[in-house]
């Protein structure tokens, strides 16, 4: 490690601790963590509890004359729940990732403090400290090189993976110069070589602090609180016309049944304060009952109970949720800007190609090693022209050097090598482009790699397989081949030896080639899988890249973005010279942005989002944390940096765009399981609203009473929200087009369906309540009570099997049902309740008991709208029209 100079100490405790006070920590200050009950606060403002919390408000005035505590105590606990739940499953989101970064924060640097070399957090660093840097290193702030020279990777600051050469020069730098020759930057990777630098900037001071703080801004509301915004304006017209109309129908039946039409004899009754006072209650509090049980109060604590059991499924398949609404927003996603490094590639350079003189390609090493004489000078030449060396940790591992050395020397390491000494090192120079090493071997006394363009015409012999020298006469088929591998992306370095050059005679004219090796960021597997994946469920996928257009477009091409002539191909400098409406224009047919700047990220997420598009943006560096912020939906990886996690609302941890896939089928899940219950809900609900309105003007005053509608709601609001929580992803969904972001939750179908079994539902009632063909059977008693109880048994079988038709589109009911235990154990238990309440629920919920015959022809009466549902679905086929929700 060099030195300063020999009577360098670095500060001593007293001048750290007055640097601290004068400059400020190393310490990064993250946004304050939501506590659990500032996230409980805030979960008030869904539209769906405001609703409810209206409800409650309004019951809660009428509570002290009807006494009826069971209505506002089960609102009160729907409330509750659900924000509970969200408030619990964010909370302990949250906590999960910042467990992730407290373990990040406690990487330790060297540094040179009362003349000794001490090893100290990342946070105690200050200014004026003298830190030492080595292969593997990350900086730990900003600041200038004093001795050395390292080579750095600054990808996660500016996004370009092409190594930067770092020495002293002056003893000043740049504060903001990432090009900068002596300048270093916190979040910097050191690839190789030694140095010491001495920190001018912590903290939030540094570049990477200062790009912390722009990600900061507040986003626009998600596609669901949107949708749920106008679904919410929606129910609530449903229920105060509801709520009116059942008032009007009960002055109506109170004025035709007790007056005969009398107008002045109604009037005139009426004109008392007291008794027109207690009508009018009785009038507000039936509107009130309507208004409720309009109300699906279970929606709410469904969307919290799918958004939080999916985290934790989701958890299991390497991606970490940070914002619950972040779930459905992926689902929603149509546009994906996707990083290439590590999220399509596999973020380390690999040897993938090994040419020899003669043309012959050896794809793997098995193939080389079967010529065992080739494959051990290939490895010589390899392990000992090579500023990389070998770490044996938990397993063999390259470190230092650049990215060819190492993935070179990742190649050849496991393979034995006989004891070379090295005399002489020239170490690679970006105006020579090659890099050499003299030994003390006789046969390979001068090893020598470097771009194919300076070595081959150097060439005059090469090995063939059998380790046997022989005239090198294919260089221009060997250059043809060249060509096309580097089209491919491949990166190629020419290796050499020369048997009679000596440290004193220079680099011959006579080598002899040894191979090219290609090296290359190889694709993961399942990238070109995950991309058609996307592709099939209509999401346009972009790559982002700092590579070049022709590297770019290769990669593009390997992994399938590529697929049209009509493709747009682009770098920064073209995207400088357009405008926003001319990029918009343009937008629907990019697929590769080249030598993108952190700018471009940003402009393109805006660009989009003002097109209507949900945009899905993944990064991993500081560089991508505002556009990671301004996207719908942010995927940070998780060898990213914290500033981009922070920013993020989804962490891959894998890297792996295999696991955004994962995401958005989640997502559309989770809105289709939404659907799915809203309309079981609606239908209940408008059965429920039908009968109280229109059961007056039939004579009957309270065909359901507030006890029994509180009892629907508990049971199919709360337990049903639960059952239909339990959906399963289907692979199908991911064939669907993406849902826009103005698209309603409720769509054509899901209104014919609502209307279909609704109105089904509640003739069915009405007959029952009118025709004695339909309820006959039920034994007649003086006070009715066994009619009014087969009555709320049809109305509540008729919901529970209605459940059947509403959780699946397909003709086959049983469809996926093995795959949602839950929803079969919960309805099954809402079936037995309900059973129960027949014959215990009493005076309180005016019920008596059904003999068996009653029971099972009740069963059967509701279980027709099993059939009559799958008649809608069989019309909806035979027009091409069942596309489900």
């Not at 209206?54 to 009160?76: K, M, Y």
């Not at 399942?526 to 982002?544: H, T």
Request: include cysteine.
């Amino acid at each position: 490690m060099p030195l300063i100079y020999a009577d360098a100490k670095g500060l001593s405790d007293k001048e750290v601790e007055q640097s601290r006070l004068k400059y400020g920590s190393n310490e990064l200050k993250r946004i304050a963590g939501k506590s659990f009950f500032s996230r409980y606060i805030e979960s008030f403002a869904d539209p769906m509890i405001r609703i409810l919390l209206v409800a409650l408000g309004i019951n809660l005035i009428f509570l002290f004359r009807s006494l009826n505590w069971f209505e506002p105590l089960g609102i009160a606990l729907s409330i509750f729940t659900a924000t509970a739940i969200s408030a619990l499953s964010e909370h302990g989101s949250q906590s999960a990732f910042e467990r992730i970064q407290s373990e990040a924060s406690k990487s330790q640097c060297r540094v040179l403090r009362s003349g000794k070399i001490i090893e100290i957090s990342v946070e105690q660093i200050v200014v004026g400290d003298y830190v030492l840097l080595q292969a593997g290193d990350m900086l730990p702030a900003d600041g200038c090189m004093l001795s050395g020279k390292i080579e750095v990777n600054q990808s996660a600051l500016n996004g370009e993976t092409k190594e930067t050469a770092k020495l002293p020069l002056s003893a000043r730098c740049s504060a903001n110069d990432l090009n900068a020759k002596n300048a270093v930057f916190r979040g910097s990777l050191v690839c190789g070589g030694e140095g010491i630098f001495i920190v001018s900037k912590v903290g939030e001071s540094t570049f990477y602090g200062n790009m912390a703080r722009e990600v900061q801004a507040n986003t626009r509301e998600s596609p669901m609180t949107v949708r749920l915004l106008r679904l919410a304006k929606t129910i609530s017209k449903i229920g105060y016309t509801g709520a009116v109309l059942a008032a009007l129908s009960y002055i109506f039946r109170i004025y035709s049944a007790e007056f005969n039409y009398n107008t002045d004899l109604f009037f005139n009754y009426y004109s008392a304060p007291d008794k027109l006072l207690s009508e009018l209650l009785n009038v507000i509090m039936l509107a009130v009952t309507v208004i409720v049980v309009s109300v699906p109060e279970g929606l709410p604590m469904m969307i919290t109970v799918v958004l939080s059991a999916n985290m934790k499924k989701m958890l299991a398949d390497n991606v970490l949720v940070r914002k619950m609404v972040g779930i459905e927003t992926a689902g929603s996603m149509n546009i994906l800007f996707t990083d290439k490094t590590g999220t399509l590639t596999k973020g380390q350079l690999s040897v993938n190609t090994v040419i020899s003189g003669n043309c012959k390609i050896y794809d793997n090493i098995k193939q080389i090693e079967k010529y065992n004489s080739f494959w051990q000078i290939f490895c010589i030449a390899a392990y000992y022209n090579n500023g990389a060396n070998i770490v044996y940790e938990n397993n063999l591992r390259a470190v230092g050097g650049n990215a060819t050395d190492r993935a070179l020397l990742s190649f050849v390491m496991n393979n034995k090598l006989p004891k070379l000494n090295i005399i002489k090192n020239i170490p690679f120079d970006s105006t020579k482009k090659y890099s050499a090493v003299y030994t003390d071997s006789k046969k390979f006394p001068f090893l020598i790699k470097g771009a194919p363009e300076i070595i081959l015409p150097l060439c005059k012999y090469y090995y063939d397989e059998y380790g046997i020298k022989q005239h090198f006469t294919a260089g221009a088929k060997l250059k043809k081949l060249l060509d096309e591998k580097a089209a491919n992306s491949v990166r190629l370095i020419a290796m050499a030896s020369c048997d009679k050059c000596s440290s004193s005679s220079g680099i011959s004219q006579e080598l002899t080639l040894i191979s090219v090796a290609g090296i290359k960021d190889e694709l993961r597997e399942e990238a070109a899988g995950s991309l058609n994946r996307l592709y099939r469920a209509g999401i346009q996928v972009v790559m982002v890249t700092g590579d070049n257009r022709i590297t770019a477009k290769a990669i593009a091409a390997e992994c399938g973005i590529l697929s049209s002539k009509y493709d747009w191909i682009t770098d920064s400098a073209e995207l400088s010279t357009m405008s926003d409406s001319e990029i918009a224009k343009k937008l629907i047919n990019l697929r590769v942005v080249a030598r993108a700047l952190p700018s471009d990220k940003s402009r393109l997420v805006r660009i989009a989002q003002n097109l209507g598009y949900v945009v899905g943006m993944t990064g991993d560096g500081v560089n991508d944390a505002p556009a990671l912020k301004a996207a719908d939906v942010g995927f940070s990886m998780g060898s990213g940096s914290d500033v981009a996690k922070e920013a993020s609302d989804i962490v891959i941890l894998d890297d792996n765009i295999l696991s955004v896939t994962k995401a958005v089928l989640y997502g559309r899940t989770i809105f289709k399981s939404i659907r799915k219950f809203v309309i079981y809900q609606l239908t209940v609900n408008m059965c429920a609203v039908g009968l109280s309105v229109i059961a007056p003007l039939l004579g009957v005053n309270m065909p359901i009473t507030i006890i029994q509608m509180l009892w629907i709601n508990l049971v199919m609001d709360t337990l049903g929200g639960l059952a239909f929580s339990g959906e399963p992803p289907r692979e199908s969904y991911m064939l669907e087009k993406p849902k826009s972001r103005e698209e309603n939750i409720l769509n054509k179908y899901m209104v014919s369906q609502v209307l279909w079994t609704g109105m089904y539902s509640l003739i069915l009632c009405l007959l029952f309540l009118k025709m004695p063909l339909l309820s006959g059977y039920i034994r007649g008693d003086a006070q009715g009570a066994y009619f009014m109880t087969g009555l709320f048994a049809l109305f509540m079988f008729t919901a529970i099997f209605n459940s059947l038709n509403a959780r699946t589109h397909n003709i086959n009911l049983s469809s996926y049902i093995s795959r949602n235990k839950p929803f079969v154990f919960i309805m099954s238990i809402v079936f037995i309740m309900q059973s129960l309440m027949i014959y215990i629920g009493g005076n309180v919920f005016r019920t008596a008991d059904l003999t068996i015959s009653e029971y099972i022809i009740t069963l059967m009466l509701a279980f027709t709208v099993v059939p009559i549902d799958i008649a809608r679905k069989l019309i909806l086929k035979k027009m091409g029209k069942l596309r489900g929700v």
